[in-house]
């Protein structure tokens, strides 16, 4: 299949602000394409653009073989986006919400109801249909949401940061229904700063930060990056910024850095360093209450990239 979704050096300046700096890719007809970074990478911008909500300030991209440029009309009847806020109307219920959204995307009669329906049982809420979104939970809001934006059965699916505060029930509910999409025919643009969400949906991933893609590949492409890098996972306490300097100047230790709960640190032979890296903290006062050894993920390649933690 060829590409559906084709991103061509667009930049975005606000003021003195690059938030996103001429930035490059493509998607093939099918795949789930994920855009991982930090907040403030410029995923939500990106997504804007290609969405035709702001204006590039240069460059160009196309959907569905549509410029956003030269025809954003068309673009936006081959896209369904699920925004990082909840685009709904409080005092309404689910089923009033989605009724509202499909006339904007110009369905009517049945094919209005048949929409509706569909959507209310992607989302798991055809017995709550009737409730006001009010009374939803935070997860239940986030799946009336997705199920908005898929209502007119979009080529094309944007969807941003769609899993933040909620539940982990919830959470898989909405993973689970992006693979479900996905096998329906639906090309799908995720973005997230959860490194273990784009590892579990994604076909390809860009790794962003500053604005800029840093990497771009499968999850296997992108672990090679770091190579034979095993990855060290101490969970400790009182980690001043002296013992953090300690840690990255001791021998055999390519990279280091605090991440949730302690430090993640990279090194080729975690044989040879492990009982020093122990030996550091602790001297230091450190309380080290958990020591882990593996495989790259998609953190440790930010951090060989980067040099800092994902969630910074």
């Not at 702001?54 to 936006?76: C, F, H, M, N, Q």
């Not at 230091?284 to 020591?291: M, N």
Request: with cysteine.
């Amino acid at each position: 299949m060829g590409d559906i979704v084709t991103v061509d050096g667009l930049a975005k300046r606000f003021g003195d602000l690059v938030a996103v700096d001429h930035v490059s890719f493509s998607i093939a007809e099918g795949e789930i394409f994920g855009l991982l970074g930090p907040n403030g990478a410029g995923k939500t911008t990106t997504i804007s653009m290609i969405s035709c909500l702001i204006d590039p300030t240069e460059g160009d991209a196309s959907v569905a073989g549509s410029s956003i440029r030269s025809e954003p009309l068309a673009v936006k009847r081959a896209l369904g986006v699920v925004p990082q806020e909840i685009a709904l109307y409080p005092t309404l219920s689910a089923a009033e919400n989605l009724a509202f959204w499909g006339r904007m995307y110009g369905l009517s009669g049945a094919e209005l109801k048949h929409a509706v329906d569909d959507a209310l049982e992607l989302a798991g809420l055809a017995d709550r249909a009737k409730e006001r979104v009010e009374e939803y939970s935070g997860g239940m809001k986030r799946r009336i949401n997705i199920a908005a934006g898929v209502l007119h059965k979009p080529q094309v699916l944007l969807m941003d940061e769609p899993t933040v505060g909620i539940d982990p029930q919830s959470r898989n509910h909405i993973l689970e229904t992006v693979k479900e999409l996905n096998e329906a025919g639906v090309t799908v643009l995720y973005t997230s700063h959860y490194m273990e969400e784009v590892e579990f949906l994604c076909d390809r991933i860009a790794i962003m930060d500053h604005g800029r893609i840093i990497a771009m590949g499968t999850l296997n492409e992108l672990r090679d990056v770091v190579g034979g890098m095993d990855v060290i996972t101490v969970s400790v306490e009182n980690v001043s910024d002296d013992v953090l300097e300690q840690v990255r100047a001791s021998e055999g230790i390519t990279k280091a850095d605090r991440s949730d709960g302690g430090l993640t640190v990279l090194t080729a032979s975690s044989g040879s360093v492990l009982g020093k890296l122990v030996a550091t903290l602790e001297s230091e006062g450190a309380h080290v209450t958990s020591v882990t050894v593996a495989e790259p993920d998609l953190e440790s390649v930010f951090l060989h990239l980067t040099g800092k933690s994902l969630r910074d």
